[in-house]
Nanobody, 114 residues
Framework: QVQLVESGGGLVQAGGSLRLSCVAS????????WAWYHQPPGKVRESVAA???????NYASAVKGRFTISRDNAANTVYLQMNSLKPEDTGVYYC????????WGQGTQVTVSS
């Protein structure tokens, strides 16, 4: 059973930064596109950033220029550097491999105060 363990969330003031990490116990980690997802309170979970096996990235318009996704294949880890945080970035953040059917992890809570 593949496990996803997200960490790095916390409480931060608007304008601050956080770095999220996601460790995946998956032997073919390097072959997957990985994404970070944001679930605001009471809303659906949506992708905010993704990184392909070759390192190409794409971002949701709401976070472009503020968030940076990266990956370390040797460590089976995906990162999300979050800068210039806004209150609307508040929510639970999850990572997952795109279209791989992996059960979701517990996520990590990010709270941005105004």
């Amino acid at each position: 059973q593949v496990q996803l363990v997200e960490s790095g969330g916390g409480l931060v003031q608007a304008g601050g930064s956080l770095r999220l990490s996601c460790v995946a116990s998956r032997s073919d980690f390097r072959h997957n596109t990985w994404a970070w997802y944001h679930q605001p309170p009471g809303k659906v979970r949506e992708s905010v950033a993704a990184v392909t096996p070759l390192g190409s990235t794409n971002y949701a318009s709401a976070v472009k220029g503020r968030f940076t996704i990266s990956r370390d294949n040797a460590a089976n880890t995906v990162y999300l550097q979050m800068n210039s945080l806004k209150p609307e970035d508040t929510g639970v953040y999850y990572c997952n491999a795109v279209r791989a059917g992996i059960p979701w992890g517990q996520g990590t809570q990010v709270t941005v105060s105004s």
